[in-house]
């Protein structure tokens, strides 16, 4: 567990303390910090005190996995570069104990596990008791939302879902609309986010593309949450650049109906941006402890397929995979520098296409890796501070490699 002088290591020589309260929390992103920061459910707002107060008392109830991830969560939202250059040496010097601190917790927290695991048998049920990603489909108009939709997609990864449709139709056709409809049928939820445009119209209905995949998840009974953006929020993003299209011109009335279709359902309005990587993990988790959503989700084989290859005598990486699985882990790993380094996804993408595969084949080869667990989505920064998505093989996947040596290298 952590000790009283980390604690105060972290809170007085770390974070900060301002007249009793901590750093530069007030309530209301101190209840913010823990879902958005930590991927946990706490509300601080059940404990009487301060934010330093509440934040203690937090701290040094929790187990040791839980506090390794609040330590981690405050060394995110306050990095070195937050503080006033004469003091960044003694944070980064500081920064550097408590990540030590971190791991020590870390290493306590899975001996603890260890020691309270027995052998028992694995129930049909098991699936329903793994942790599972969520695949999110996200959908809006493009070119007007293109930052709020970076900042959900940023918001699902943190919450260790899996980001669906991103960036991937840009432009809408009708045999682009099927494969959409088959992207919101594999995807767990859909999320939208609506501005201040309808969008682009399908000629047949006259409604507009954003509008057909919101009836579609509706149609196919597709748990949804909508994320608002206020007027306030609107006018605001219009003042930025008064030459942004930012309200509907052509389609006022369609635009108004879609609108008041969204708000039956379940819908978030929000007033600025930061508001929309906290109000998605929100949704997410109010979607989750729903039962009535019977999530599918991405389970790791590690957690399943591999009990039950063992108990047939079998090796649990000697399974085969398809060819397109095949060509997408030997074309991330002969992009690597390291082991450990994941590759960007359009670099994968680029190199494999000039390789003579097809679109079509990287994406199969990719959406099969994830669900297998060989695979998963990271967000990761260039040295311009600008995020981007990329794979990294998992574990398994790597274990998967090793073991199938010979077939990986035999790949042209």
């Known amino acids: ?74 060394l995110e939202k306050y990095p070195v570069s937050y503080f006033p250059n004469n003091q960044q040496s003694k944070k980064e010097a500081i920064k550097s104990t408590l990540i030590r601190v971190v791991q020590r917790l870390k290493n306590e927290g899975e001996l603890a596990k260890l020691s309270q695991q027995t052998e028992r048998p694995v129930k049909d049920n098991l699936v329903t008791n793994i942790k599972k990603k969520l695949q999110i489909f996200i959908s809006s108009t493009y070119l007007d939302l293109k930052e709020e939709r970076q900042q959900a997609v940023e918001a699902i990864l943190r919450n260790h879902h899996i980001p669906a449709g991103m960036e991937l139709f840009q432009a809408a056709n009708k045999t682009q609309f099927e494969v959409i409809k088959q992207w919101i049928e594999e995807s767990d939820i859909y999320m939208l986010i609506l501005g201040g445009r309808y969008g682009s119209i399908e000629p047949t209905s006259g409604l507009s593309y954003t509008e057909l995949e919101y009836q579609y998840a509706l149609e196919i009974n597709k748990p949804v949450f909508s994320i608002i953006l206020s007027n306030s929020y609107l006018h605001k993003k219009l003042s930025y650049n008064p030459n942004y299209n930012v309200f509907e011109e052509k389609e006022k009335e369609r635009y108004q109906h879609f609108k008041e279709l969204v708000k039956q359902k379940m819908i978030v309005e929000i007033s600025t941006i930061q508001d929309i990587k906290t109000e998605i993990g929100y949704s997410i988790r109010d979607l989750e402890k729903d039962h009535k959503n019977n999530f599918q989700g991405w389970v790791r084989p590690s957690d399943i397929k591999n009990y039950t290859l063992e108990s047939k005598g079998e090796r649990p990486n000697s399974y085969e995979i398809s060819p397109s699985e095949k060509n997408v882990l030997f074309g991330i790993i002969s992009v690597q520098d390291s082991p450990e380094e994941a590759v960007s996804a359009y670099y994968l993408k680029d190199k494999m296409e000039k390789n003579g595969y097809s679109q079509a084949e990287v994406n199969i080869g990719v959406r099969k890796l994830l669900k297998r667990g060989f695979i998963e989505i990271v967000e990761e920064a260039n040295y311009q501070g600008e995020t981007y998505i990329a794979y990294d093989i998992t574990k398994e996947g790597g274990a998967w490699i090793l073991e199938n040596e010979k077939e990986i290298l035999s790949i042209d």
């Open 1 to 74: 567990m952590i000790t009283a002088n980390e604690i105060n290591l972290l809170i007085y020589k770390y974070i900060g303390v301002n007249n009793g309260y901590l750093g530069d929390f007030n309530y209301k992103s101190h209840r913010e910090f823990y879902p958005l920061y930590c991927n946990l459910d706490i509300n601080p707002e059940v404990i009487e005190g301060t934010t330093r107060q509440r934040f203690i008392k937090i701290l040094t109830e929790a187990d040791n996995l839980t506090q390794a991830t609040i330590i981690e969560g405050i």
